[in-house]
């Protein structure tokens, strides 16, 4: 993906090397909230692609830029420039003014001041998405200027021993509430907007948390604990503080047992979640939004269904993301990043992840069985 080919409509075009452009800036814009994108182009990713890099072609108004697009993220953006740190910032600036935060999310700018050469663009992009993790973890708009390791290195250890230490013993004694505010008062993870935790601050409590719980309930489903940790990602790329609240509080009741009374008629809901899910499954879909849409307990009915059709629901999303994906590889004009944003992911990485995990191959070996065949 980091080889220069960009994500342009219809065709894939080779970016100019050094000869062309070198001693430059880049600045990365990333959209957190990408279902506000998929509703804004109806998932169309092409248009939504072309669209969104015009309209940063207009704001940066610099004669020798350049804006793309790596296929495999389509809510991140490179503008490649030259321009003085000042220039650079007034650019940021205005991104954030054209976006405003109320219609589109929260959208992180990250700023690498230091001239480079485009073929250093690989280089350069891992190190700004090293630096997009210290932005705030808050519903706001951010700017980051790229300072190294030094900034990640003063970050804190919010899920220090101590913590864990006193979770991990309430939990053994069964005192869910208790464990709840360590995790919320003491160590301020309801307050982690106000009180400054960075995005990479939040992401490392919360795995810490989730494999805490999960380690302590021994004789737990694990598999309710990873729809939890997928909904708590989640959270986590949109910067949403609820959903991770919510998910966190779903954990510690899968660890405690509590679900609903087995003469409720948990059968026709599971079914109504299971049809749900199978016109729906493109969207963002979690445990703990479909238990609320349907009325049933979390917990409860993420044991349910696992009973009922012998697969969690995050995995039978997955089978259905992926058998759609499959319908979608036979038309060998569909892009393969086209179609994982179709199904419901906006990281083609990560897609691809998870087809070789579901079909033993990955998504181009399918293609090209298929095309063999």
């Not at 003063?154 to 709840?180: C, M, P, T, V, W």
């Not at 009741?253 to 499954?281: F, L, M, P, W």
Request: charged share 25%.
């Amino acid at each position: 993906m980091l080889n220069g080919k960009l994500f342009r409509p219809g065709k894939e075009s080779h970016v100019p090397s050094t000869n062309v452009f070198s001693e430059i800036s880049t600045i990365l814009v990333k959209f957190h909230n990408v279902e506000v994108l998929k509703q804004n182009y109806g998932r169309d990713v092409l248009r939504m692609s072309y669209d969104m890099k015009a309209k940063l072609r207009e704001l940066i108004d610099v004669e020798r830029s350049i804006v793309f697009n790596y296929t495999d993220k389509v809510n991140e953006f490179i503008i490649e420039l030259n321009a003085t740190p000042a220039k650079l910032r007034l650019i940021a600036d205005r991104i954030h003014e054209a976006f405003p935060i109320e219609s589109q999310g929260p959208v992180t700018i990250v700023i690498h001041e230091q001239a480079s050469s485009l073929d250093d663009i690989a280089t350069v992009y891992r190190e700004m998405i090293s630096e997009l993790v210290t932005r705030p973890f808050c519903h706001v708009h951010s700017i980051v200027t790229c300072a190294g390791s030094e900034r990640i290195s003063r970050l804190s250890d919010r899920y220090s021993d101590r913590i864990e230490a006193q979770i991990a013993g309430f939990l053994g004694k069964h005192d869910i509430k208790q464990a709840e505010n360590i995790i919320m008062e003491t160590a301020g993870l309801r307050r982690c907007d106000s009180a400054g935790w960075s995005l990479f601050e939040v992401t490392q409590f919360t795995a810490g948390l989730i494999n805490t719980i999960a380690e302590n309930d021994r004789g737990g489903n694990c598999r309710s604990y990873e729809e939890v940790q997928d909904a708590i990602n989640y959270g986590l790329r949109t910067l949403n503080k609820e959903t991770i609240l919510d998910n966190v509080s779903l954990a510690l009741r899968i660890a405690a047992g509590t679900g609903n009374s087995e003469g409720s008629s948990i059968s026709s809901q599971v079914e109504s979640v299971h049809d749900y899910i199978t016109k729906h499954y493109m969207n963002h879909l979690s445990l703990s939004d479909l238990a609320e849409q349907f009325y049933v307990e979390p917990s409860y009915l993420s044991r349910k269904f696992s009973q009922t059709y012998n697969e969690t629901i995050t995995a039978f999303i997955t089978r259905c993301r992926m058998n759609r994906a499959k319908e979608l590889m036979q038309d060998e004009n569909n892009k393969l990043e086209v179609i994982s944003f179709d199904v419901g992911y906006d990281d083609y990485n990560y897609f691809s992840r998870v087809f070789r995990r579901f079909e033993g191959i990955s998504p181009t070996e399918y293609r090209k069985k298929l095309v063999a065949e």
